[in-house]
């Protein structure tokens, strides 16, 4: 099994057994926006053992077997649901308090850590970006791929998925981006000896955003918009 892994792509594993994203995590092998590359080729990039790296999600992969969650089991109408009450929710509820933390270790801490302002200045951009984009997908997109289950075959079909779900695609990239600087800035989520509480506090804060975006994205990207995309064409070609 570990040798066919190493052929299939992060984003095809992932949707196959989201437990897996655990070893991609610990690994910091991108699978929602770099999700399109082998197993062999994205260890080879960050210099880790393929083969090594395919034996835990192997082992992933027996003990999970029984309960595995198939999210491609599930209507265009329960992936967006899910989406919405899951992480559009837990993301609403932890940007603002992140950016508060933020503001407050940065302020008192800053002179001595120059690093923070510019973690406070990256996730500034990503709380107003993330903010818009979700009211964006959950006022327009959404209803949009819910509607293509429930549409009148006698009406002409009026939707365009493509392009607005070109546009997600592309902020999800510039978000996993922001992410990524503010890892780095963050010294993957390490605070200093002298750090306080509240300085402790938003980097586990930020780590355990991070992880749940990629968890987001990814189920938009590798499945919720193919999964669109695929029922939209075969309703276009059905009313023509």
């Known amino acids: 099994m570990s040798k066919e892994l190493l052929s299939k792509t992060l984003a095809q594993i992932v949707t196959e057994n989201r437990q897996v994203a655990s ?32 034996a835990e999600i192997d082992n ?30 837990y993301t609403k509820r932890e940007l603002p308090q992140i950016f508060a933390y933020l503001q407050k270790v940065s302020s008192k801490h800053g002179e001595r850590h120059n690093e923070l302002y510019r973690i406070f200045e990256c996730f500034a951009k990503l709380k107003e970006e993330m903010e818009m984009h979700m009211r964006k997908e959950e006022r327009i997109l959404f209803p949009k791929i819910e509607e293509l289950e429930t549409i009148d075959q006698r009406i002409e ?14 902020e999800h990239e510039h978000a996993g981006n922001l992410m990524a600087e503010i890892r780095q800035y963050s ?54």
């Not at 991108?30 to 960050?46: T, V």
């Not at 992933?60 to 929710?89: C, G, K, P, W």
């Not at 995309?229 to 075969?234: A, E, R, V, Y």
């Open 60 to 89: 992933i992969l027996r003990q999970q077997i029984q309960v595995l969650n198939d999210f491609n089991s599930l209507s265009l109408t329960e992936l967006v649901e899910y989406i919405v009450s899951t992480h559009h929710a």
């Open 157 to 170: 079909l009026s939707l365009n998925l493509e392009a607005p779900i070109s546009v997600m695609e592309d």
């Open 23 to 54: 070893v991609f995590e610990k690994y910091k092998l991108d699978f929602c926006c770099n999700g399109k590359r082998s197993l062999e080729l994205a260890c080879e990039e960050k210099h880790l053992q393929a083969d090594d790296v395919a």
């Open 187 to 240: 010294n993957n989520y390490t605070p200093p000896d002298d750090a306080c509480t509240t300085y402790r506090l938003s980097f586990a804060a930020l780590q355990a955003l991070e992880k749940d975006l990629h968890q987001h994205v990814h189920l938009e990207n590798n499945i919720l918009f193919p999964k669109a995309i695929k029922l939209f064409n075969k309703t276009k070609n059905s009313l023509n």
